[in-house]
T-cell receptor, first 110, second 113 residues
Framework: KNEVEQSPQNLTAQEGEFITINCSYSVGISALHWLQQHPGGGIVSLFMLSSGKKKHGRLIATINIQEKHSSLHITASHPRDSAVYIC????????????FGSGTQLTVLP | DSGVTQTPKHLITATGQRVTLRCSPR?????VYWYQQSLDQGLQFLIQYYNGEERAKGNILERFSAQQFPDLHSELNLSSLELGDSALYFC????????????FGPGTRLTVL
């Protein structure tokens, strides 16, 4: 079983819809990252969380440490949000760096 | 633009060859990370350097090595290349040793024929 599981694997939405991408992990962590990978391959860091909730524009990320779960929400989705969204965790007490989920491919249709 | 640069953008080479990928971190960032993204394995952490010293190792093959120079740029050396080494190689940088936002470079796409 992977340490980091994302759902759904693929998501198609209409422009304007509210989108939720989920990330579950099975280990204790010190931080969780949400990344966005554009079709050209470039990766952008969206959020780093260790507790609570963060908001940046139309993006909101939440984490529940007890339930080992994080969600990424996109409000008023737009075709330019189409990308792969990747959840990554740093295992607590480990010298290893980030362990990645397999990503969620989001397509927002106009 | 993250401020992290990687060269070259694309690299095509043959099996058995050796290549060097280069990364320049954001100004002031001391940590450099190398990641590999292949179709079958997804993103994997390879190695981290902090201020010139190796600090963490992930799934890096013995055929691969890296170093960080006094000017903080880093190089990833891949030798005895195999078809399965074809992947996107990303470098990222951050300001601190541990939990901190990482800024990713544009990646180097390596194709081994």
């Amino acid at each position: 079983k992977n340490e980091v599981e994302q759902s759904p694997q693929n998501l198609t939405a209409q422009e304007g819809e509210f989108i939720t991408i989920n990330c579950s992990y099975s280990v204790g962590i010190s931080a969780l990252h949400w990344l966005q990978q554009h079709p050209g391959g470039g990766i952008v860091s969206l959020f780093m969380l260790s507790s609570g909730k963060k908001k940046h524009g139309r993006l909101i990320a939440t984490i529940n440490i007890q339930e080992k779960h994080s969600s990424l929400h996109i409000t008023a989705s737009h075709p330019r949000d189409s990308a792969v969204y990747i959840c990554a965790v740093r295992v607590a007490g480990s010298a290893r760096q980030l362990t990645f989920g397999s990503g969620t491919q989001l397509t927002v249709l106009p | 633009d993250s401020g992290v640069t990687q060269t070259p953008k694309h690299l095509i080479t043959a099996t058995g060859q050796r290549v060097t990928l280069r990364c320049s971190p954001r100004s002031g960032d001391l940590s450099v990370y190398w990641y590999q993204q292949s179709l079958d394995q997804g993103l994997q952490f390879l190695i981290q350097y902090y201020n010139g010293e190796e600090r963490a190792k992930g799934n890096i093959l013995e055929r691969f090595s890296a170093q960080q120079f006094p000017d903080l740029h880093s190089e990833l050396n891949l030798s005895s290349l195999e078809l399965g080494d074809s992947a996107l190689y990303f470098c990222a940088s951050s300001s601190s040793l541990w939990d901190n936002e990482q800024f990713f470079g544009p990646g180097t796409r390596l194709t081994v024929l």
